[in-house]
């Protein structure tokens, strides 16, 4: 079945640089992706919705300079954070719509931890 | 999107049935329920989902009321691979336009030997 990759799976940073994380469908395309946070113990949280061709849709609070969203390609999402603090930790997870589903199917990356020190 | 009620966690004895609820009171008549779980340390994985009727698959099924105010979700033989936090959500269903999931507490289902 399809699947979403994201890539890295986990990475630890010093505060005040920035990680880039990529989000990609394997075996379809995604013209929309949308990247979620999620702190322990809590619920996944919208951030933004990827589109691919024109800018991200943030979610109310997310800072868009501070998370950079670019959409290149019908197969790829990339979340850049910026200038990483430790309160930035969390795990990040993207999806894309199942091509095939009614809308709410969703199929989600594996997650990338990030831990910034 | 309506909002959902869940218990926050549930145990389940393995090799039994594990009944999970969910309420939706409030949901509009296009609406679909959906069920996604989460395993620890892993992205969610999409269940079953239904807008009225009864709906089974291979993994799950989802029982909803007449009413559509509250729904089951039904795993026939839990096994402690299902052990996983599970969402239920509501959102209007169909088209590509505002595929984003809503994720609420959900419930902790524990299979216990």
């Known amino acids: 079945g399809a699947v979403v990759s994201q890539h890295p799976s986990w990475v630890i940073c010093k505060s005040g640089t920035s990680v880039k994380i990529e989000c990609r469908s394997l075996?379809?395309?995604?013209?929309?992706m949308f990247w979620y946070r999620q702190f322990p113990k809590q619920s996944l949280m919208l951030m933004a919705t990827?589109?691919?061709?024109?800018?991200?849709?943030?979610e109310q609070g997310v800072e868009k300079d501070k998370f950079l969203i670019n959409h290149a390609s019908l197969t790829l999402s990339t979340l850049t954070v910026t200038s990483a603090h430790p309160e930035d930790s969390s795990f990040y997870i993207c999806?894309?719509?199942?091509?095939?589903?009614?809308?709410?199917?969703?199929?989600f990356g594996p997650g990338t931890r990030l831990t910034v020190l | 999107d309506a909002k959902t009620t869940q218990p926050p966690s549930m145990d389940c004895a393995e090799g039994r049935a594990a009944n999970l609820p969910c309420n939706h009171s409030?949901?509009?008549?296009?609406?679909?329920v959906y069920w996604y779980r989460q395993i620890h340390s892993q992205g969610p994985q999409y269940i079953i989902h239904?807008?009225?009727n009864n709906e089974t698959n291979e993994m799950a099924s989802l029982i909803i009321t007449e009413d559509r105010k509250s729904s089951t979700l039904i795993l026939p033989h839990a096994t402690l691979r299902d052990t996983a936090v599970y969402y239920c959500?509501?959102?209007?269903?169909?088209?590509?336009?505002?595929?984003?999931?809503?994720f609420g507490g959900g419930t902790r289902l524990m299979v216990k030997p």
């Open positions: 239904g807008l009225k």
């Open positions: 959500i509501v959102r209007v269903g169909g088209g590509n336009a505002g595929n984003m999931l809503t």
């Open positions: 999806s894309a719509p199942n091509p095939a589903g009614g809308g709410g199917e969703q199929f």
């Open positions: 409030t949901i509009s008549g296009n609406e679909y």
């Open positions: 075996d379809f395309q995604a013209t929309t």
């Open positions: 990827s589109n691919e061709g024109s800018k991200a849709t943030y």
